[in-house]
């Protein structure tokens, strides 16, 4: 017989809400938000840090990918190729952040 409010009940309930980062294993209880990301405050990351806005959203390895793409493509313009390989970059980051937060949102 389980009473209502009871602590198993709220566990339940609290982890409808998000969900697991890791499979079972170590590290399993690591959770995020679902439905915390702002698209706003995405593209605003995203602006000022190539990645920033992914990392924001939960998507670290293509955080990690576009910032370093970032970071050698900015590396690169002084050969001039660098530049529009860099903001195709950033407009990317910007584009995709905004439209991941959305979905989860």
Known sequence: MQIPGAPEENARKSRSLFRETKPEGAYS???????????????????????????YTGQLLKAVGLFLLAAIFAALSG??????????????????????AKEMG
């Open 29 to 55: 209880d690591i959770q995020i938000p679902l439905c915390m990301a702002s698209p706003l405050l995405a593209l605003i990351l995203s602006f000022f840090i190539p990645g920033l806005g992914q990392f």
């Open 79 to 100: 050969v001039l190729i660098g530049i529009p390989l860099y903001l195709i970059v950033w407009v990317y980051s910007m584009y995709d952040a905004f439209t991941a």
